[in-house]
């Protein structure tokens, strides 16, 4: 038998640290988070994702008493830009939380696994890596890809 280690690289930053560029972004992920519909687990979160041309679309969780029908922030914003932009490529992806309290959360949040396999696809449809900032309200955690939040991904290769 053999063991083997995955190590992610994760960047720990201050919102200060940020590219302009980054805090526009991470600015905007908080933004979305009083769009959620969320009054079942009142637990808001939103996306921001740079794409290519320029552009950048957020989404916000959508719950439903029918669970699961609701959705998360994270592809409310991917399948928002895809429908929207399909010829653009991800490049960045913000995601903000706040908490039951409506507080930005202490600790960054990272998208659940449907989101992470969705966010992958949008990757490997742009033939490079997509960075992913997630924030806390003091914090943040900077990936340098969605693999890095999905390693043994499922993938049609």
Partial sequence: M??????????????EELS?????LVELAREATYRSYSPYSH?????AIAL????????ANQENVAYPSGTCAERS?????????????????????????????ATPIAPCGACRQALLEYEMRAGHPVRVILTAA?????????????????TEF
Avoid: M, Q, W
């Fill in 77 to 105: 914003a991917c399948f928002y830009a895809g429908a929207r932009y399909p010829e653009a490529k991800f490049l960045t992806i913000a995601i903000a939380a706040r908490d039951t309290n409506g507080n930005f959360v």
């Fill in 52 to 59: 290519d041309n320029g552009e950048i679309v957020t989404g």
């Fill in 43 to 47: 637990f808001r979160v939103g996306a």
């Fill in 138 to 154: 003091d914090s943040l955690y900077i990936l340098p890809s969605v693999s890095s939040l999905l390693p043994f991904a499922f």
């Fill in 20 to 24: 302009d560029t980054d805090r526009h």
């Fill in 2 to 15: 053999k063991t083997i280690e995955i190590n992610i690289p994760v960047e720990v930053a201050k919102f």
